[in-house]
Structure formats: C-alpha cells, structure tokens
C-alpha cells in the first residue's frame, strides 16, 4: 500500500511541476494589441506577443527584433509535434489508469506501469519546454537578459508584497551554455 501511495504522490507532482512550468508568470502592464491581430478572447482586446507559445511566455514584456522574433518561432513550432506526442501519451496512460480503477480488472502492476508512463510523458513535456526556453533565453542580448531579470524580480516583489511574505533571495544568474 506505502508503494502505490509513493507512485501517486510521485504522480501528483509530476503534475504539479509541468502545470506550473506551463503557465505564464504575471507580466506588469501589458500592453493593448493591435486591431488586426487576433487576440484569442483575451478581454479589453489585449494580444499577447508569441501567444501561441507557452513556453515563450516569459518573454512578454521584452522587445525582440525581428531576427529574434523569427527565431522564437521557429524553436516554438519545431517543438510543437514532439509536445503533442508527449500530451497525448500522457492522456491516453491517464485514461487507461483511470479506467483500471474503475474496472473488475484491476491489476496493480499494469496501474504502476502506466502511472510511470504518464508521469515520465509528463516529465518529457516539462524537458522539452525547459530546453525551449533556454535556447530562446540564449538568443536574447545581454541587455535582454537584463530587462528579463528586472521583470522577473519585479514579479517576484509583487507576489511576495501580495502574499504579505518577505521577498526571497533572487535565484542564481542563468548562464548560457
């Protein structure tokens, strides 16, 4: 039983680590849209640059050129297919395990098996975004990287002031391979 509550536990934050590595840290003031980009159902009309990209997110707020910009996108969408693979595996073992809770069947090596798959699919998927942002984070300048470091600290101080909690130390400086 101390084996099947681990793999669950185990489980739930591989979960928690790819849900929290998907969404976008709050960017301050975002700036309205153009009128004839599509803004997706954002309210007041607001379009967010590289959209799209879930893992570009962290770029809101820092002007690429147009060379970055085609660059973004490119490393975004060859990234796309190997992201749906790893979606789709890890719904399709979801499912099944779900389904085996639910069954006559229930067979608890065959439940370990496709909990280890959909928590290893799930861990793919938070690899390929991770390295999809360090090479967008590589193509950026030194004084990207600066404005970078300012928004995230300014997001930081906002969260912290929001909380009532001190401000935590500032992670340690990213550096480029």
Known sequence: M???TTRV???ILAAGLVLAAHFPVQAQGMPQ?????ETRGLPG???APFEHAPCADFLHGIKLTEE??????AIVHAQQPLLREQMKAAHK???ALHAMSLSAQYDDHKAKALADAAARAMADTALLRTRGDQQIYAL???EQRKQLEDLQEKSRAHDSHRRGLEQPPPPPAIQPK
């Open 2 to 4: 101390k084996l099947h």
């Open 93 to 95: 073992a979801r499912q």
């Open 140 to 142: 950026l300048t030194a």
């Open 68 to 73: 970055q910009e085609d660059k973004v996108f």
């Open 45 to 47: 009309g607001i379009a």
């Open 9 to 11: 536990a185990q489980l």
């Open 33 to 37: 849209g153009d009128p004839e980009m």
